[in-house]
């Protein structure tokens, strides 16, 4: 299992739409901030409150990364030259994670050290920063989880695409609806936006709910992929 992560972290590493899409994310996001920025307390909250509409950026490379490798055959390779289904399964989800939450991150990073070195904000490190980070990480490894769980399920990067990308848009609908307070709660995006306005309510349930989330769409999308015929 060790070599197979090597292998693909090396293809993620080395994957010019990677790195393609990260660096886009970071210009959108800071063209973003220009109107983000009078929402939020500092330059890290205005950059974490364009997260969900930069989502679609993070759907765009689970699609690219995994679909590719479905229909390139790269994963009936792996199974012929003996590795489990179940390790490719818990490498590739492993990788496809760390990307995307790369891609997620990469524009919190710098507009942080902008932030700090720059502006002169100040971020006060106490222990509703570290529970406002571990809040916002698990909202991200959730984010990640819909498209994986499709590419999964579809094994097919333009299925794998617009099923997401449609989900997306009605998520976007949804947080401008009048349910968008009791939406914002139990949806990822929503979550986000939240920790940005600092109206987390319930960090226990937030971190339930996130839970929840993974622990289905991950059991699923691993039952089939370890049950189906790949063609």
């Known amino acids: 299992m060790s070599n197979l992560l090597k292998t693909e972290l090396y293809k993620l590493f080395h994957s010019w739409y990677f790195w393609g899409i990260g660096i886009f994310n970071l210009l959108l996001s800071s063209i973003l901030l220009l109107d983000s920025k009078e929402r939020s307390s500092n330059l890290i909250m205005a950059s974490l409150y364009n997260i969900p509409l930069l989502y679609f950026l993070s759907i765009v490379f689970i699609a ?6 479905f229909s390139g055959r790269t994963l009936n ?18 990788v496809s994670q760390i990307g995307c939450i790369i891609i997620l991150v990469f524009p919190l990073f710098v507009h942080g050290i902008i932030s ?31 498209p994986i769980f499709f590419a ?4 097919d990067m333009g299925k794998t695409l617009t099923v997401s990308m449609v989900l997306f848009f009605v998520m976007i609908f949804l947080l401008n609806s009048e349910s968008a307070q009791i939406i914002s709660r139990i949806i990822p995006m929503g ?10 309510y319930s960090t226990n349930f937030c971190l339930l709910v996130d839970f929840l989330w993974n622990f289905i ?5 691993g039952s089939v992929f370890l ?4 063609k």
């Open 64 to 69: 690219l990364f995994i679909g590719s490798d």
């Open 77 to 94: 390779t792996y199974i012929t030259a003996g590795h489990k289904r179940s390790s490719i399964f818990r490498v590739k989800l492993i």
């Open 116 to 146: 700090q070195f720059y502006i002169g904000e100040k971020l006060f490190w106490n222990d509703s920063t570290y529970t406002m980070v571990l809040l916002t990480l698990f909202a991200m490894i959730t984010l990640c989880a819909l």
């Open 152 to 155: 999964f399920i579809f094994r």
């Open 191 to 200: 979550q986000l936006r939240l920790i940005s306005l600092q109206k987390v």
């Open 217 to 221: 769409l991950y059991f699923i999308a």
């Open 227 to 230: 049950h189906t015929d790949l």
